[in-house]
């Protein structure tokens, strides 16, 4: 099992985020992640705070570590071009020497849409890009430098080279963000490489829920061909380390019936459920912006299983 930490790029400052990665770097971390957002998810009211945006940091952080895997959770496809995306990619990917995921998955915030100025189609339509992108980054990643063309509805290349290429063999694994039974968990059987369960997107995180989501992509690996073995599963958890029943209280009203919440023995027992559902790696998703936060973290969790 390896574990990870989905790190607060919101209402915070550059120097809590950078003491979070040096934290971790230092620690028994084996993942960091950012989310991907140029408005803070919230009520509008939290608009003018701080939204760090999601590459430049993963830059950053690449450029502070030595041996943190890095990655978002996950990218907007909306928000770039995935021809941009794949190239910004390979480049992470080799300053950091192949630590790199690329997580992506449809976009959903259409407020930010609105802010900047972007399209925000109908959720089929995002759908449809979301699955063309995907088809287009594979196809860029597993050319080995070769020209790609590609003829898509939505998005084209011209003998497109991308040089440099991926350190990581056979490339930047592609993680499909999103649980949608219909056509996301489809896309990831077609093109992905990594599952991940957003606990923050349902009612928590639960066994039930991660096995469900585990069998639907099961059932579309049969139906395109794709032997589900080669799909790493990882799950985002919310989580609220705290010796105060009150205030878990509280974040699980917020988050839901099935979120983490309450003392290290607590959450230990409650990692040790999805490790014997096969899961490969735990993010864990919390409101926490002190770096001594993850410290403690790392102390009373994480010590029990590294």
């Not at 120097?15 to 919230?42: K, N, Q, Y």
């Not at 056509?183 to 991940?196: E, S, V």
């Not at 989501?213 to 080669?230: F, I, M, N, Q, S």
Request: proline fraction near 5%.
């Amino acid at each position: 099992m390896n574990f990870g930490a989905q790190v607060n790029a919101y209402r915070t400052t550059w120097t809590e985020i950078s003491s979070v990665i040096e934290t971790m770097e230092a620690g028994r971390w084996d993942s960091l992640w950012f989310a991907d957002h140029f408005v803070p998810p919230g009520p509008r009211r939290d608009e003018p705070h701080t939204a760090f945006e999601a590459f430049s940091l993963i830059a950053a952080a690449a450029g502070m570590t030595d041996r943190l895997r890095l990655g978002h959770l996950v990218l907007g496809n909306t928000y770039r071009n995935p021809a941009l995306v794949a190239k910004m990619s390979a480049t992470i990917d080799t300053i950091s020497g192949g630590r790199f995921v690329l997580g992506i998955g449809a976009g959903w915030f259409e407020r930010e849409h609105q802010a900047y100025g972007w399209d925000f189609p109908s959720m089929r339509e995002r759908s449809d890009r979301f699955e063309e992108a995907c088809a287009l980054i594979r196809a860029l990643f597993a050319a080995g430098g070769e020209p790609v063309d590609f003829a898509g509805r939505y998005y084209t290349l011209d003998a497109a080279p991308l040089a440099p290429g991926c350190v990581q063999d056979p490339h930047v694994p592609i993680m499909v963000g999103g649980t949608g039974e219909r056509r996301t968990l489809r896309t990831l059987a077609m093109y992905g490489d990594a599952m991940n369960v957003d606990g923050w997107a349902g009612a928590g995180m639960t066994v039930d829920l991660y096995r469900h989501k585990a069998g639907v992509l099961e059932r579309h690996c049969a139906d395109v061909g794709r032997d589900p073995t080669e799909i790493r599963h990882t799950i985002l958890m919310p989580v609220f380390l705290s010796d105060d029943a009150s205030k878990c209280a509280k974040f699980i009203e917020r988050v839901g019936e099935g979120t983490v919440a309450g003392t290290a023995s607590q959450v230990v027992d409650r990692v040790g459920e999805f490790m014997d559902v096969g899961v490969h790696e735990i993010m864990f998703g919390s409101p926490a912006k002190p770096a001594e936060e993850y410290q403690r973290f790392d102390d009373e969790v994480l010590s029990h299983f590294v």
